[in-house]
Every structure is written in C-alpha cells, then in structure tokens.
C-alpha cells in the first residue's frame, strides 16, 4: 500500500522528468554522443564491451544528476516553497530557460559539451583505471550546463522536496539514456547530420511547450 | 521502345481516351457510391459535375503527359470542399464549429488521420486507443481511418499527402498564390522539421494518454472543430490553432511558394516519409539526361529536392510524389520509378502504374466530399444561407 501511495503522489514528477529526458534527449545524443562515441569505439572489443563501456559511461553521468539532484531538491525544498511568489518565479523561470532553448535550436552553435576533451585524452592511466575516463566523461557531460539540463533542475526545484528532485533527474537521466542504447551500433550515425538537425528542431518545439507551461503558470 | 509507345499517351487524343476508359469506370463508382438513384436534381447536377470533372482531369494527365497541375486541381479542391462540409455538418449537428466536454465524453469527436502518429504507441502499451471517437461506426470511426491511412501508406509512401490528404491541399493551394517567392531561398535543413513535430508529439502522446497535436498544435482546427473557449488556457490554445494556420498554411506559403505545414510541422508527413522506404514507387532522376540546370529543386515544394540530391539521382525520403519536378524538367531526366527496375527505362508506364492508384485514391477522397460542397453552394445561392 505504502509503495503504491509513494508511486502515485510521485508520478507528475517521473513523467515529466522522463518526458524532458525523451524531447530533448536527441539534442544530448547528437551533440555530445559523436564527440565521446570515437573513445567508447576505440577503447571497446566487440559489441559486449561497448555496451559496458556506456553503461559506464552513463553511470557517470547517473551520478552527476543525483549530485545536481539533491542541491536542487534542497534549494527547492528551503527556499523556493517558502516564497510567497513561488509560481511566478517558477513561470518566470521556465519561460526563460525555454527562450534559450528556443534560441539553442535556432542558432548555429558550437556544442559545449565538457565531455568532449576527454575523448581526444590518452594518457598512460587509461590502461590501469579503464572506467575511469567513460565514467568521468559521463559525469562531465552530465553537469553539462545546456538548456534541457539547466530546464531539468528548474522542474526539479520545481517538485518542492528532495525526493521528488532525486525522482525527476532519474526519469530525465532514463529518458535520454535511451538515445544512448544504439550507439555501439556505429552505423546509426551515417546520417549523424540529419540526426543533429531533427535534435535541434526537437528542442525547439520543446522549448515552446515550456514556454507555454511558463505562461500557463504564470496565468493561473 | 514498343512499349514506351504502348504506353505513351501525350499529345494522342485516342489513345488518352482508351487508357481513360478503366478510370471513367472507377470515377463511376466512386462518384455514385454503387447507386444510380439521386434524391434530388441538384444531386444529379453535383453527380455530373464531379463525374466530368474527375474524367476531364484524368484525361488531361494522359494527353498533356503533365502531372501536378491536374492532380493539384482535384487536391485543392478537396481540402476546401473538405472545410466547408465538415464545418456546416458541425454546426447542424452541434450547433457551432466548438465542442464540449460532453461531445468528448461521447466519444463523438471523428478521427483524424494526423492522429494516426499519436495512438499506435499508447494502444502497443497500454491496449487503449487515447483519442475520443468511435472505433466502429458513426463519422470517419477510428479503425476504418486506420485502416485506410495504413493502407494508402503502404500504397503509395508519402504520395498520400499529395494525393489523399484533406488538409494538404490548403498549403498547396496558398504556396501557388504567387508566380514568384518572396522568399526566395529556405534553409533545406527545414526538411527535417516534421520529424521532430513526430518524436516530440509520439512520446509526449504516450506519457501522457492523450493527443498532444490535436490539444495543442494542429492548425487544421482553425477549418474544423476545436474546444469551447471556456477558460484562458483553452484560450490560449485557439490563439495557437489560429495562429499556426495563418502562418505555416497561408503566410509562408504565399511567401516561399513551398508546402511549408506539410514540410515542416505535420508528424504524419514525416511518419509518411518512413512508408517511403517500404513503398514500391518513387522519383527518380536519369544522371546521363539531366543537364544540372537545378531547376527542379527550385520549383520542389516539400525542400526535398536540392543540388546534393540531383547529383544522388534521387529525391529526399520526404517525396510526396507529386510530380511537379517531373513535369518541370525540360530533359525528361525526372520521373517517376519502380524500385528495382532500371532507372531511365520504361518511363510511361512506370508513370501511369503509379499514376492509376493515386488518382483512384484522389477519386476516393474527393467524390463524396465534392458532390456534397457543390450542393451546399447551389443551396447557397438559392436560399442565402447554407443551412
């Protein structure tokens, strides 16, 4: 009974993570994928061991979203849910982060990914500590300060408690984790272009749902 | 070479009429329904128009060896006939062109085929179809519409939204408004577009049960039925309905002279584009014949054409077939194609396989529709009002 009641009370929070993971994961997979793919290829033996290399590498960036989780769970959960504002301020928000979502799918940028040094690294450690670089490169690009990350801590401390955060980043991290699965599958990105392009369009129109989500909030 | 002469119709008046004949029978019995009875003059009068129509537009496709012109007419034709029924059959049953909550607890609201995108998955899970309309029975019933848009799908690929669609005709109408765009040059990039419309309306319509284009995006709902304004939310979505018609149906089109709705934002084009993968037909360009003029990629409406793929000899998977290349090219490079057979060969009657199914399909659609407006508009001008 307890564990149908948490699942229920908890379920806005697993879907919308899971929902921004999957409309914005595209963007995550076309931008930073190719750059960290030639490691997880060159480093890997076979089909089996690329898949553990991403599952370490997605490890790593589990981890950087629980770290980001729980800061936005205690920020959500002291100081946001106090505020008399705090819908106003929450549609503020959303509308901004969407407008550089928005402005993130229209312009012609250069993908800041900090993941994307590591996999031209190649030092002496890789051979002692051969999960050490997928995992940090995870966690980096995990802390990857991009709009659907920066809109992902926003519905965070939007959720108003820790556990609720904790919930919405695991969603996220699953919704975009699928993008991730194909990827030992090297041929998926011939067309890595048109792959990018579809990612960029997919965060504009997700930067237009959140931005109507904002308006709506800041109406109601 | 003799059967390129067996086939090839254009500029012979006997031979057109012959390869008419099959299509006059098909016109026959689509326009009649398989009865020989009308209730009225006026139905009869609506019966012959369409039945000429239909024929002389098929006939001119054979003799003029044209494509896009002929079949944009009876296209054009359907999309506004199409508004025109749906909206006085709303507002005679209903009272408005708005429903309620009550119409959608009914499950009386028809069914779409751009909804087709947004029900598969949640019915593969969850065993439910999340759309409020009628799976058997009543006004275009959910398994019947499936049914056909599956079916037309496998038929002809993304033909369908050159040939069936009774929306597309809206933006191909406004994109031949003008003789020269304004907008001269728009980002090919833009081809893409609809397949993100398709993965963002797909997972949010799974996650959360309900069509998420038709709630929030579809600008068809400013020509057919959209919710009772009852609250500033349901406000704000009618601004959007009409505000994405305005700009993506009628603005940009007139501005590029290209299909910018069907090209950029419908989710069942770019769900279309896939079938083009799987469907036997396609566009094909002869490298030896074609002189590089680009031509073809100026005139292409849906940005599927451009100078990479020319030199590819074929179009972009998001073809909807509707022949304006084909009838643009001065080398005859262009045509339509059997995959599997050689390209350059066999060209008439490649054209006239593909050209039989979708002006059948085009017959389908529009027969009914068309008799029905061209009634409504006598009872028009004979009464004033068309209820």
């Known amino acids: 009974m307890k564990t149908y009641y948490f699942f229920f009370s908890n379920f806005t929070f697993m879907t919308e993570g899971f929902l921004l993971g999957l409309s914005t994961g595209v963007v995550c997979v076309a931008y930073c994928g190719p750059v960290l793919l030639p490691y997880l290829m060159a480093e890997s033996r076979g089909l089996k061991r690329s898949y553990t290399m991403v599952a370490v590498f997605l490890a790593g960036r589990l981890t950087a979203y629980l770290v980001t989780a729980l800061l936005a769970g205690l920020i959500g959960q002291s100081i946001v849910q106090q505020s008399d504002t705090r819908i106003t301020l929450m549609g503020i928000v959303y509308m901004m982060l969407s407008a550089l979502l928005i402005i993130y799918g229209f312009n012609h940028f250069k993908e800041i990914c900090l993941g994307k040094n590591f996999a031209e690294t190649n030092y002496a450690g890789n051979k002692k500590f051969p999960y050490l670089m997928p995992y940090s490169g995870g966690f980096l690009t995990g802390i990857n300060i991009c709009p659907p990350f920066l809109l992902a801590i926003t519905g965070a401390i939007d959720s108003g408690s820790v556990t609720g955060s904790i919930l919405f980043f695991f969603f996220f991290f699953l919704g975009t984790s699928i993008f991730f699965i194909p990827m030992p599958f090297a041929g998926m990105f011939k067309r890595q272009h048109v792959l990018r392009i579809i990612g960029k369009f997919a965060a504009l129109i997700a930067g237009f749902l959140y931005f109507y989500k904002g308006l709506v909030l800041l109406i109601s | 070479m003799k059967q390129q002469k067996t086939f090839s119709t254009t500029g012979s008046i006997g031979k057109s009429f012959l390869w008419l004949l099959p299509m006059t029978l098909l016109i026959v019995l689509f326009t009649?329904?398989?009865?020989?009875?009308?209730?009225?003059?006026?139905?009869?009068?609506?019966?012959?128009?369409?039945?000429?129509?239909?024929?002389?537009?098929?006939?001119?496709?054979?003799?003029?060896?044209?494509?896009?012109?002929?079949?944009?007419?009876?296209?054009?034709?359907?999309?506004?006939?199409?508004?025109?029924?749906?909206?006085?059959?709303?507002?005679?049953?209903?009272?408005?062109?708005?429903?309620?909550?009550?119409?959608?607890?009914?499950?009386?609201?028809?069914?779409?085929?751009?909804?087709?995108?947004?029900?598969?998955?949640?019915?593969?899970?969850?065993?439910?179809?999340?759309?409020?309309?009628?799976?058997?029975?009543?006004?275009?019933?959910?398994?019947?519409?499936?049914?056909?848009?599956?079916?037309?799908?496998?038929?002809?690929?993304?033909?369908?939204?050159?040939?069936?669609?009774?929306?597309?005709?809206?933006?191909?109408?406004?994109?031949?408004?003008?003789?020269?765009?304004?907008?001269?040059?728009?980002?090919?990039?833009?081809?893409?577009?609809?397949?993100?419309?398709?993965?963002?309306?797909?997972?949010?319509?799974?996650?959360?049960?309900?069509?998420?284009?038709?709630?929030?995006?579809?600008?068809?709902?400013?020509?057919?039925?959209?919710?009772?304004?009852?609250?500033?939310?349901?406000?704000?979505?009618?601004?959007?309905?009409?505000?994405?018609?305005?700009?993506?149906?009628?603005?940009?089109?007139?501005?590029?002279?290209?299909?910018?709705?069907?090209?950029?934002?419908?989710?069942?084009?770019?769900?279309?584009?896939?079938?083009?993968?799987?469907?036997?037909?396609?566009?094909?360009?002869?490298?030896?014949?074609?002189?590089?003029?680009?031509?073809?990629?100026?005139?292409?409406?849906?940005?599927?054409?451009?100078?990479?793929?020319?030199?590819?000899?074929?179009?972009?998977?998001?073809?909807?077939?509707?022949?304006?290349?084909?009838?643009?090219?001065?080398?005859?490079?262009?045509?339509?194609?059997?995959?599997?057979?050689?390209?350059?060969?066999?060209?008439?009657?490649?054209?006239?396989?593909?050209?039989?199914?979708?002006?059948?399909?085009?017959?389908?659609?529009?027969?009914?529709?068309?008799?029905?407006?061209?009634?409504?508009?006598?009872?028009?001008?004979?009464?004033?009002?068309?209820?």
């Open chain 2, 32 to 387: 009649t329904g398989g009865k020989f009875s009308f209730d009225d003059k006026v139905s009869l009068v609506a019966f012959l128009i369409s039945f000429i129509f239909f024929n002389w537009l098929f006939f001119m496709i054979l003799y003029k060896g044209r494509t896009d012109r002929y079949r944009a007419a009876g296209f054009i034709i359907l999309a506004l006939f199409f508004a025109l029924t749906f909206i006085v059959n709303l507002i005679q049953s209903r009272g408005s062109m708005t429903f309620s909550n009550e119409t959608l607890l009914a499950c009386e609201i028809p069914f779409c085929h751009i909804v087709t995108t947004m029900v598969i998955l949640p019915l593969i899970f969850t065993g439910s179809i999340i759309f409020p309309g009628q799976i058997t029975g009543g006004f275009a019933p959910i398994a019947g519409m499936l049914v056909i848009v599956l079916g037309v799908m496998l038929a002809l690929g993304r033909g369908f939204c050159s040939w069936g669609c009774f929306y597309g005709g809206w933006d191909d109408a406004t994109s031949r408004i003008l003789k020269k765009p304004v907008i001269k040059k728009v980002n090919p990039a833009f081809r893409w577009a609809a397949f993100a419309v398709l993965i963002i309306v797909v997972i949010m319509s799974a996650i959360s049960l309900g069509p998420t284009y038709c709630d929030w995006l579809c600008p068809f709902k400013a020509v057919t039925e959209f919710e009772k304004v009852t609250s500033t939310i349901i406000l704000m979505k009618t601004i959007v309905f009409v505000s994405l018609f305005a700009s993506l149906v009628i603005i940009l089109p007139v501005l590029t002279k290209k299909r910018i709705q069907c090209t950029t934002f419908c989710p069942m084009g770019a769900l279309c584009s896939l079938s083009n993968k799987i469907n036997v037909f396609d566009v094909r360009i002869d490298r030896e014949k074609c002189s590089s003029c680009m031509k073809c990629t100026t005139v292409c409406p849906t940005l599927s054409l451009e100078k990479s793929d020319v030199e590819k000899g074929r179009p972009a998977m998001t073809c909807m077939k509707c022949g304006k290349c084909i009838d643009s090219c001065t080398k005859n490079a262009i045509n339509y194609h059997i995959k599997g057979t050689p390209v350059g060969k066999n060209l008439t009657a490649a054209r006239m396989l593909f050209i039989f199914p979708a002006f059948t399909l085009l017959v389908i659609f529009t027969a009914g529709t068309m008799q029905q407006g061209i009634i409504l508009l006598v009872k028009l001008f004979t009464t004033g009002s068309l209820f």
